[in-house]
């Protein structure tokens, strides 16, 4: 096996074979394993017993097709990713049980929750819960955001009068 490869070799996997064959009535595939120090234990040395056909290629290693994606790079792009971004610039949070609706809606697909999470993460998007915030944290920000259109409003004119209805009601 090479160092930069977690696969072994089709005439290394040849030659446990070969040892196998040579003692099987005496060995089962666990020893064989053990034997050769192979870290995937006889579930490995079967899966390559299964599949040789006496033929070195049988041996080699396939490259295995990734999961076939229901949407392609620009939906998830244009549906998913731009969407959630713009949530998040928005600093307001998102309701995923509806983007499922709207992409579905838009794309004609039956999409699930846990495949947008998926295709969120492949680009970078984390799912985070919201923090509910007391009734006196969000009183707090109402009067940081009132003192900061406060600011704004003293920039427009010097000639215009302004007022604002700073009552504040508390609901509950």
Same mark, same amino acid.
């Given at each position: 096996?090479? #160092? ?35 870290? $995937? #234990? ?7 017993? #299964? @599949? ?21 790079? %620009? ?9 959630? @971004? ?27 929750? @846990? !495949? /947008? ?7 970078? /998007? ?11 944290? =969000? $009183?707090?920000?109402?009067? #940081?955001? !009132? ?11 010097? %000639?215009?009068?302004?007022? =604002?209805?700073? !009552? ?5």
């Amino acid at each position: 096996m090479s #160092d930069s490869s977690r696969y072994y070799e089709s005439s290394f996997k040849k030659c446990v074979i070969d040892f196998y064959l040579r003692n099987q009535p005496n060995l089962s595939f666990r020893s064989v394993a053990n034997h050769f120090r192979i870290p $995937g #234990d006889h579930a490995t040395v079967k899966r390559w017993y #299964d @599949r040789y056909n006496g033929n070195l290629s049988s041996l080699q290693h396939h490259h295995r097709s990734e999961r076939a994606p229901i949407l392609n790079k %620009k939906q998830i792009n244009k549906f998913i990713t731009m969407v959630i @971004r713009s949530h998040n610039r928005l600093s307001s949070s998102i309701n995923y049980t509806k983007l499922v609706k709207s992409v579905r809606e838009k794309t004609n697909t039956n999409l699930s929750l @846990r !495949t /947008i999470q998926r295709y969120g993460n492949k680009n970078g /998007i984390k799912c985070k819960k919201n923090i509910k915030r007391s009734h006196k944290e =969000l $009183g707090e920000l109402a009067c #940081d955001e !009132t003192a900061t259109l406060r600011l704004k409003l003293q920039r427009v004119s010097n %000639k215009k009068i302004i007022f =604002l209805d700073e !009552t504040h009601q508390n609901q509950r």
